[in-house]
């Protein structure tokens, strides 16, 4: 067998909605972009929702929205992909970087708090492989920290506290207690890449909670400028007779999302709940399997939290470098492709040059040294995840 890591499950409904954007003559943002905004604002239980170009372009416009500077700081874990760091250096603000939990992936939030300083604006949590961070921990934390915020525009004014801001790139259609990622912090940004859960090929959503004082649409506006060079009209309301006068608002960016892709994701949309049913349902079968063997897993399915089931995370106990990579080098043999999730960014060339030193953060170090990515997606059939889990299950019994 050949089992790729993770391939974008498209159908024929998706393909239909692409050629549909094809034939319509309208292939940017357009009425398509706009439909499949209000689909993800009504499944993340929401007002509004704004689609751009990558769950990074989300993060980034999010920042400034919220004016963040370079006198300011952000927190962000130290075990994640470089998408939800690097935007904080796209703004010119100051990187702070806090260790993981020595038995958890989610970041250490004590050390999340003695990190809050007065300059402290922004946290990025991780919703990694779609399992939710402990958002009670977390506002309590910026809750406790209150007195030391000092905001500067309308919306940290509004807020009143430092702002968390999720990577839920992994995370579109998981709950934490029943509540739907994207309602919880206070914006989400997720990501809807060719290899997420959810795909247009490209592109992501930003979605955000009412702010008491604060017009949603007001925000949704700020979006649409930022992503369209800070034009006041996008080319659809410019399609109006005698609508062609627009103004330059701000001399901004270009991360809009197009037709084309926003019609994948319409397609998606209505497929999602059985896609998601799915993952649970491998996830079952992987659990059942490896547990009783020692192989650690995250647990997906629990009372406080379901996940959206994006990554099969596991770790060898007491395995070394070496070994996890004759793991993965054995299992490639087999024809499976595994992955790691993630080499921390302090051992990245680009925050190893920013400052950053792996050994400020040992737990997010230990995680890392064993851990593998199983196969997850919705294209795998039934003996295809019995034979990942035969062959899984055989190779790793010798460094158990």
Excluded at 13 to 30: F, H, K, M, N, P
Excluded at 128 to 138: A, E, F, R, S, T
Excluded at 348 to 361: E, H, P, R, S, V
Aim: one cysteine or more; aromatic letters at 10%.
């Amino acid at each position: 067998m050949k089992i790729s890591f993770s391939p974008p499950d498209i159908s024929k409904l998706e393909i239909d909605q692409v050629a549909d954007a094809l034939r319509s003559g309208w292939i940017t943002t357009g009425p398509k972009t706009k439909e499949l905004e209000r689909q993800v604002a009504r499944f993340c239980g929401v007002n509004r929702a704004a689609c751009l170009g990558s769950q990074t372009a989300c993060a980034e416009m999010t920042l400034h929205l919220l004016g963040i500077k370079n006198t300011d700081e952000v927190i962000v874990t130290a075990y994640t992909y470089t998408a939800s760091a690097s935007v904080v250096c796209h703004v010119d603000a100051k990187l702070v970087m806090v260790d993981t939990q020595k038995d958890s992936l989610e970041m250490d939030y004590e050390k999340l708090a003695d990190a809050i300083t007065e300059n402290t604006k922004v946290i990025i949590p991780v919703d990694l492989g779609g399992i939710p961070c402990d958002y009670h921990k977390i506002f309590e934390v910026v809750e406790s920290k209150k007195h030391l915020f000092h905001p500067e525009n309308e919306i940290q004014k509004a807020i009143g506290r430092v702002i968390v801001m999720a990577d839920a790139a992994h995370a579109f259609g998981s709950t934490w207690y029943g509540q739907p990622v994207g309602s919880i912090a206070d914006f989400s940004n997720f990501s809807f890449h060719a290899v997420k859960n959810f795909t247009t090929a490209e592109g992501g959503a930003v979605t955000w909670k009412t702010i008491p004082g604060i017009n949603d649409e007001d925000i949704y506006h700020q979006y649409q400028l930022r992503s369209l060079h800070g034009q006041s009209k996008d080319a659809l309301a410019k399609t109006q007779l005698g609508a062609w006068e627009y103004d330059i608002i701000g001399t901004w960016y270009k991360c809009n999302m197009t037709d084309v892709i926003a019609g994948i994701g319409l397609a998606q949309v209505e497929r999602y709940p059985e896609m998601l049913k799915r993952r649970k349902d491998i996830i079952a079968q992987y659990d059942a399997a490896f547990k009783p063997i020692g192989i650690e897993v995250l647990s997906h399915y629990t009372d406080e939290h379901q996940s959206s089931g994006h990554l099969y995370i596991t770790r060898i106990p007491g395995a070394i470098l070496e070994q996890r990579q004759e793991i993965i080098v054995k299992m490639a043999e087999a024809g499976i492709a595994c992955n790691v999730h993630y080499k921390p960014l302090p051992m990245m060339t680009a925050y190893k040059n920013l400052g950053f030193d792996i050994k400020d953060y040992p737990n997010a170090y230990d995680h890392f040294v064993n851990e593998i990515t199983l196969p997850l997606h919705t294209k795998l059939m039934d003996e295809e995840v019995n034979y990942i889990i035969e062959n899984y299950s055989k190779i790793v019994k010798d460094y158990l």
